[in-house]
């Protein structure tokens, strides 16, 4: 990239992360570095934890007890589950395999996202900008990981909520607060959000909440388990939207109409 472009990426990449910065509360980290893929971390960012503790009179030690059972719990997930981490970062190896700088491809990625403005849809729904511009086969590796970090913040969130119910008297009140502020964005911040994929991040935790809570409704805990068998038993995203299908495919049922 010639200069001037550098500095309008370097631009992009500081104003998406100053944006992001205020929003994220905790975070679990696969650490992937030179080659040794066996590290992890957990991060909390401080400010965002008192701010929220402040502007809504949350007690801090059952708020912070609260936002990190949740991150423990994708900890739990990758270190439990034997396959998980390998196909996860197979994911996001695939996604870099796949990139492709040509010009013709960003044209035709502006072209489909036209159609969908003309047809009515939002280009940015699904993933925001990345998702907009992926090739086809990049967009196959995309949804792969959206329903993966579905079932996985879904997860997280009933594991959360059920996990600290006796010591966590707020948590319903926690969660509703985090659910309004998700979904408080308007205007200009709300298509910021949309452009960086933010969004459907946020559609990922009630999108796999709903998955766990109704595939356990259907038929309990032993059937959601089936999850955890291997990436063939993982739900796609449109399963994660309509978890019958899920069912009826690991149960070896005709799948429903969609």
């Known amino acids: 990239?010639?200069?001037?472009?550098?500095?309008?990426?370097?631009?992009?990449?500081?104003?998406?992360?100053?944006?992001?910065?205020?929003?994220?509360?905790?975070?679990?980290?696969?650490?992937?570095?030179?080659?040794?893929?066996?590290?992890?971390?957990?991060?909390?960012?401080?400010?965002?934890?008192?701010?929220?503790?402040?502007?809504?009179?949350?007690?801090?030690?059952?708020?912070?007890?609260?936002?990190?059972?949740?991150?423990?719990?994708?900890?739990?997930?990758?270190?439990?589950?034997?396959?998980?981490?390998?196909?996860?970062?197979?994911?996001?190896?695939?996604?870099f395999a796949l990139a492709n700088p040509d010009p013709r491809s960003a044209l035709d990625a502006l072209s489909r996202a036209l159609k969908d403005v003309r047809a009515g849809r939002n280009p940015l729904s699904e993933g925001g900008i990345v998702s907009m511009m992926a090739t086809p086969d990049q967009l196959a590796v995309f949804r792969d990981a959206q329903a993966l970090m579905s079932l996985l913040e879904g997860h997280g969130d009933v594991v959360m909520s059920r996990a600290g119910a006796s010591e966590i008297p707020g948590a319903k009140r926690f969660a509703k607060v985090l659910a309004e502020r998700r979904q408080s964005a308007k205007g200009l911040a709300k298509l910021i959000q949309q452009a960086l994929g933010i969004d459907a991040k946020f559609r990922q935790y009630a999108e796999g909440e709903h998955f766990v809570e109704e595939v356990e409704r259907i038929g309990g805990a032993d059937l959601f388990s089936r999850v955890w068998e291997g990436p063939e038993a993982l739900p796609k995203l449109d399963e994660i939207r309509a978890p019958e299908r899920w069912i009826a495919r690991v149960n070896g049922v005709a799948p429903v109409p969609a």
């Open 1 to 95: 990239m010639n200069p001037a472009t550098r500095s309008i990426a370097g631009v992009e990449v500081g104003l998406m992360l100053s944006w992001m910065s205020g929003r994220v509360l905790g975070q679990y980290d696969l650490l992937a570095i030179d080659g040794d893929d066996t590290g992890d971390a957990l991060y909390f960012v401080g400010p965002n934890i008192v701010g929220l503790e402040r502007r809504h009179g949350f007690p801090a030690s059952e708020f912070r007890l609260w936002i990190a059972i949740h991150e423990l719990t994708h900890r739990a997930q990758f270190t439990g589950v034997p396959w998980l981490r390998e196909y996860f970062l197979g994911l996001v190896e695939q996604g």
